[in-house]
Antibody, heavy 121, light 107 residues
Framework: EVQLLESGGGLVQPGGSLRLSCAVS????????MSWVRQAPGKGLEWVAA????????YYADSVKGRFTISRDNSKNTLYLQMNSLRAEDTALYYC??????????????WGQGSLVTVSS | DIQMTQSPSSVSASVGDRVSITCRAS??????LAWYQQKPGKAPRLLIY???SLQSGVPSRFSGSGSGTDFTLTISSLQPEDFATYFC?????????FGQGTKVEIK
């Protein structure tokens, strides 16, 4: 059974930092690209960042570029999101999600249950 | 960035109704589109990928169509478990943008 388990969320002051982790099991982690997607309270989904299966290629939403860093450790089957210079508008439930490729497209077929990040003084 | 616009924002329907949700991309995305279902307090679930391919385990009453800039998710006969919010997402280019969501509510 494929499982994605996020951790590391919590309350942080504006300007602070936090690192989220996503432990993945039940599949060959190193074979798949991964993404982080967030959802502010009562709002829609916002794609945040993605990383290729080897960790070489990374992509970011404009709203987090230069502040967030996505990375992975394939030896530990774990995905990370380092979040710096946090703002109130970064408050959200952060999901990690696994990609699968189909005909040159890439889709999110497994999701974790999310880790809540609250940015407030 | 590619903007994704869903309509309607919400729809009230009864069990057994046929429901259609549309998603429009601000530029041609070929058929690189996904549909997700999200229930309150739960993670999103992939329903449709490649605009029209049904994800394994998803009931056949769900279908997707379209290409280019205009796409549709159709639920042929709404069931009680289908009341949820639905999102489209383009996977043509980064950033991978989502539509704003369509809430399907009980009439």
């Amino acid at each position: 059974e494929v499982q994605l388990l996020e951790s590391g969320g919590g309350l942080v002051q504006p300007g602070g930092s936090l690192r989220l982790s996503c432990a993945v099991s039940g599949l060959t982690f190193s074979s798949y690209a991964m993404s982080w997607v967030r959802q502010a309270p009562g709002k829609g989904l916002e794609w945040v960042a993605a990383i290729g299966n080897r960790g070489v290629s990374t992509y970011y939403a404009d709203s987090v570029k230069g502040r967030f860093t996505i990375s992975r450790d394939n030896s530990k089957n774990t995905l990370y999101l380092q979040m710096n210079s946090l703002r109130a508008e970064d408050t959200a439930l952060y999901y990690c999600a696994k990609h699968f490729r189909y005909a040159d497209g890439s889709y999110l077929n497994y999701w974790g249950q999310g880790s809540l990040v609250t940015v407030s003084s | 960035d590619i903007q994704m616009t869903q309509s309607p924002s919400s729809v009230s329907a009864s069990v057994g109704d046929r429901v259609s949700i549309t998603c429009r991309a601000s530029q041609d995305i070929n058929n690189w589109l996904a549909w997700y279902q999200q229930k309150p307090g739960k993670a999103p679930r992939l329903l449709i990928y490649g605009a029209s391919s049904l994800q394994s385990g998803v009931p056949s009453r769900f279908s997707g169509s379209g290409s280019g800039t205009d796409f549709t998710l159709t639920i042929s006969s709404l069931q009680p478990e289908d009341f949820a919010t639905y999102f489209c997402q383009q996977t043509n280019s980064f950033p991978r943008t989502f539509g704003q969501g369509t809430k399907v509510e009980i009439k």
